[in-house]
């Protein structure tokens, strides 16, 4: 069955940095693109990025534009999304996401708070 696994969330000051990683199994990793959401208390889920199946092309929340970055490695089954110069206002869980056979599969989220 289709499993992701995001890692990498915590606490961090304004102007830092974190890298989430989330593993996938379950399904050919490298025939799907793969996304990055998150959500806010009391806010809608929203799409961060985007990267296609063999990582050639990515697209971004123009909120996160030149300060995040969607990779992959299809050789591990992951995908990862590098956070720099991150605000308070990117406070969120952060979901990994594929479209696969007709439907979504997430993972479970991990929590990034940033904060002084």
């Known amino acids: 069955q289709v499993q992701l696994v995001e890692s990498g969330g915590g606490l961090v000051q304004p102007g830092g940095s974190l890298r989430l990683s989330c593993a996938a199994s379950?399904?050919?990793?490298?025939?799907?693109?793969m996304r990055w959401y998150r959500q806010a208390p009391g806010k809608e889920r929203e799409l961060v990025a985007h990267?296609?199946?063999?990582?050639?092309?990515?697209s971004y929340l123009d909120f996160v534009k030149g300060r995040f970055t969607i990779s992959r490695d299809n050789a591990k089954n992951t995908v990862y999304l590098q956070m720099n110069s991150l605000k308070p206002e990117d406070t969120a869980v952060y979901y990994c996401?594929?479209?696969?056979?007709?439907?979504?599969?997430w993972g479970q989220g991990t929590q990034v708070t940033v904060s002084s």
């Open positions: 996401n594929a479209w696969i056979g007709g439907r979504d599969y």
């Open positions: 990267i296609t199946s063999a990582g050639g092309s990515a």
């Open positions: 379950g399904f050919t990793f490298s025939r799907y693109a």
